[in-house]
Nanobody, 126 residues
Framework: QVQVVESGGGSVQAGGSLRLSCAVS????????MGWFRQAPGKQREGVASIDNDGTTSYADSVKGRFTASRDSAKNTLYLQMNSLKPEDTAMYYCAGNQYRSRCLRPSSRWDYKFWGQGTQVTVSS
C-alpha cells in the first residue's frame, strides 16, 4: 500500500514562504501524475498544482507565479515551494497521486487521484 507523508506546513506572515514536502513510499512518483490540493474550512478541496511523469507542471490561477511544484526522484519526494503567501492561502494542504495516470487531467479534480497523504496545515496571517 502506498504511503504518503506531507511535512513543512506552519504559520507565516503574509509575503512569507514555505516549502511543503511529500515523501512517498512503496511507489515511484516519477512514474505517474502527482498533485497538490488544499482545503480551507467550509470550502471544497481544490487543486493547486500537478506534475506529470515527464515533469510538466500546471497550476491553479490563484497560485500561478507564486507556487512551484517539483520532485526529487532520488528521494521519491514531491515539493511545493510557496512564495508571496497570502491569507487566502490558509488551508490544509494535501499531496496526492494516481498510479494509473502518467499525465494529469487538467483542471485537477480530487476524484482523479487514488492515494492521499494526511495533510499539513498552512496558516498565513495578515
Amino acid at each position: 500500500q502506498v504511503q504518503v507523508v506531507e511535512s513543512g506546513g506552519g504559520s507565516v506572515q503574509a509575503g512569507g514562504s514555505l516549502r511543503l514536502s511529500c515523501a512517498v513510499s512503496k511507489y515511484t512518483i516519477s512514474s505517474s501524475c502527482m498533485g497538490w490540493f488544499r482545503q480551507a474550512p467550509g470550502k471544497q478541496r481544490e487543486g493547486v498544482a500537478s506534475i506529470d511523469n515527464d515533469g510538466t507542471t500546471s497550476y491553479a490561477d490563484s497560485v500561478k507565479g507564486r507556487f512551484t511544484a517539483s520532485r526529487d526522484s532520488a528521494k521519491n519526494t514531491l515539493y511545493l515551494q510557496m512564495n508571496s503567501l497570502k491569507p487566502e492561502d490558509t488551508a490544509m494542504y494535501y499531496c496526492a497521486g494516481n498510479q494509473y495516470r502518467s499525465r494529469c487531467l487538467r483542471p485537477s479534480s480530487r476524484w482523479d487521484y487514488k492515494f492521499w497523504g494526511q495533510g499539513t496545515q498552512v496558516t498565513v496571517s495578515s
